[in-house]
C-alpha cells in the first residue's frame, strides 16, 4: 500500500513549494526523502522544495523548510508569506497580525487577504546577522566585524563573462537566519548564473554552503536581483535574499534604506534602517491542492504520481 500525501502548491513571486499542512494532515515520517520526489518537475509535483505547515507551541504556525535536494533550511521569506496566507486561508489565524515559528525564530508577520487564493503579507524579517562566524563566512582575512564589500579568497572573477557583466569583485555578506553572498555588477542578465552560483555555494570560505546573489542597481530606491538558491538552484525569487541585498545596499552606499528589488518572479519592498529589523513585502498565492501517492520502494505496485 502507498501513502496519500495532500498537499497545497503555493508560490511567492514564482518561489514555489509543495506545502504540507500538518493541522489537518500527519507528518511525513521522512521529510527530506519526501521533499526530494515532491520538487523533483519531471516525476514530482515540481517546486523549490517542500514546506511543512505545523502547529506551534509559541505562535500560530510553525514552519519547516526542505530544499529540492532534501537539505533543511533555516528560513525562507517567500515561503512565510505563504505559510501565513494558508493559515488566514484555512482558518487557523485571523487575517491581520500573527506570528509564525521559523528556524530564524519567532517572526511578526501582517496577513492581507487579497481574495481566496491570494494575500499581500508583511514580514518583520528579525536584525540582519553580520558576525562572520555567525553567517558563517571563515578566512583569516574575514576577522572583523563584518564581510563588506570585500574580495571572496580563491574566487575566480576575471572571467570573459565577468568583465562582460561589469561584475565588481567584492562581497558582502549576510544572514537572515540563513547565509546570503551579494555581488554587484553593471548587468545581470550578463551572470551565467549556473555557473558562477555554484561555485560561490560551495566554497570553502562558507561551511554551511550559501545563497548567491548579483544585484543590478538601477536607482537608489530600485535594483534588480538574479538568486541562486542554495540545495535548489536559479529561483525566481528569494525573499531573505531580498532582505540581505537591501542590507548590502545600506552598508555599501549603492542603495538606500527603502528600496524595491526586482527579481525573475516579481517585486518586493524591503526597508531597514541601518539598526533594528528588516521589514519585507510581498505577495503569496495559491496554485493548486492535489494528493501524491507515494508507492513504497521496490513495490509491485505502478510508479507513483499525482493528481491536482
Known sequence: MGTDVAFVKMHGLGNDYVYIDVFANPAPEDPAGLAR?????????????????????????????????????????????????????????????LTIE???????????????????????????????????????????ASVIDQPCPDLPLDA????????????????????????????????????????????????????????????????????????????QACGTGASAVCVAGYLTGKSGARITATLPGGDLDLEWDGQGSVFMTGPAEEVFTGHWHAVPVGSDAPAEGGDA
Open 37 to 97: 520526489r515532491l520538487a523533483d518537475r519531471h516525476r514530482g509535483v515540481g517546486g523549490d522544495g517542500m514546506i511543512l505547515v505545523e502547529p506551534s507551541q509559541v505562535a500560530a504556525a510553525r514552519m519547516r523548510m526542505f530544499n529540492a535536494d532534501g537539505s533543511e533550511s533555516e528560513m525562507c521569506g517567500n515561503g512565510v508569506r505563504c505559510v501565513a496566507h494558508l493559515i488566514v486561508a484555512r482558518g487557523y489565524a485571523a487575517a491581520g497580525p
Open 102 to 144: 521559523t528556524g530564524r525564530g519567532v517572526l511578526a508577520i501582517e496577513v492581507m487577504p487579497r481574495g481566496p487564493l491570494q494575500s499581500q503579507v508583511k514580514v518583520d524579517m528579525g536584525p540582519p546577522i553580520l558576525l562572520p562566524r555567525d553567517v558563517p563566512v571563515e578566512h583569516a582575512q574575514f576577522a572583523g
Open 160 to 235: 570573459e563573462w565577468g568583465a562582460a557583466a561589469g561584475l565588481e569583485p567584492g562581497m558582502t555578506c549576510v544572514s537572515m537566519g540563513n547565509p546570503h553572498a551579494i555581488f554587484y555588477c553593471g548587468d545581470v542578465a550578463a551572470v551565467p548564473l549556473e555557473v558562477f552560483g555554484p561555485a560561490v555555494e560551495r566554497h570553502p570560505v562558507f561551511p554551511r554552503r550559501t545563497n548567491v546573489h548579483v544585484v543590478q542597481v538601477v536607482s537608489p530606491t530600485h535594483v534588480l536581483v538574479r538568486t541562486w538558491e542554495r540545495g535548489s538552484g536559479i529561483t
